[in-house]
């Protein structure tokens, strides 16, 4: 069985010349130009994501020493 979904989809005039002409440019259907736009953004966006989700641990671990750094308070067990 084939993994393709067939959507149609309605541009402006201007929007559809276009298309047509950037896949022409890079020597691609119309369908594997936009394949290949949508795919790109996509993983534009799950790096986005994965970022914010790293940035978003290290915030909520921010709090978690009294607002002091690990190196503050392992200088302080120095002592």
């Known amino acids: 069985m084939s993994n ?3 959507k ?3 541009f402006d005039a201007k929007v559809a ?3 047509e002409e950037l896949a022409n440019a890079d020597q ?3 369908t594997a ?3 290949s736009v949508i ?3 996509y993983e534009e966006i799950e790096v986005q994501e994965k970022l914010k989700a ?3 641990f290290f915030s909520l671990t921010r709090g978690s ?3 002091r750094s690990i190196q503050e308070i392992k200088a302080d067990w120095d002592v």
């Open 65 to 67: 020493f009294d607002g």
């Open 33 to 35: 130009f936009l394949q």
């Open 17 to 19: 010349s276009h298309l």
């Open 8 to 10: 149609n989809f309605v």
């Open 39 to 41: 795919e790109e953004r």
């Open 28 to 30: 691609k259907s119309m």
């Open 54 to 56: 790293i940035d978003d």
């Open 4 to 6: 393709t979904v067939r």
